[in-house]
């Protein structure tokens, strides 16, 4: 399945992004799909951020966000979403979402990667 991410910008601290990603139409996803968000930041690996089930809703988010993020998603319009609030100037990163077979932290887990969005948080 292809993955093309959207919705990042430049925010003040404090402030709030919502960045989405569309599955294609044409890719097949599985009932035991995963889809993830990362980042990544200059110099830096490319981090968990939030996961959740294709079916089930079944979420986790990294330690690092948890509170201030939230996943979500449409399977009708086959579509992922990451609602970002209270941001911080260390969220700055290009954010990723992914499609995998696992339920799992790692990205090498992941097999079908969106392009990335820019997110910057300026102090």
């Known amino acids: 399945v292809q993955l093309q991410a959207s919705g990042g910008g430049l925010v003040e601290a404090g402030g709030s992004l919502n960045v989405s990603c569309a599955a294609s139409a044409s890719g097949r996803i599985f009932s035991s799909t995963v889809m993830g968000w990362f980042r990544q930041a200059p110099g830096r690996e490319r981090e968990f951020v939030a996961r959740?089930?294709?079916?089930?809703?079944?979420?986790f988010i990294a330690d690092s966000v948890k509170g201030r993020f939230t996943i979500s998603k449409d399977n009708a319009i086959r579509t992922l979403y990451l609602q970002m609030n209270s941001l911080k100037p260390e969220d700055t990163a290009v954010y990723y979402c992914?499609?995998?077979?696992?339920?799992?932290?790692?990205?090498?887990?992941?097999?079908?990667w969106g392009q990335g969005t820019q997110v910057t948080v300026s102090s």
């Open positions: 959740i089930s294709w079916i089930g809703s079944r979420q």
């Open positions: 992914a499609t995998g077979r696992y339920y799992s932290t790692d990205p090498r887990d992941y097999n079908s």
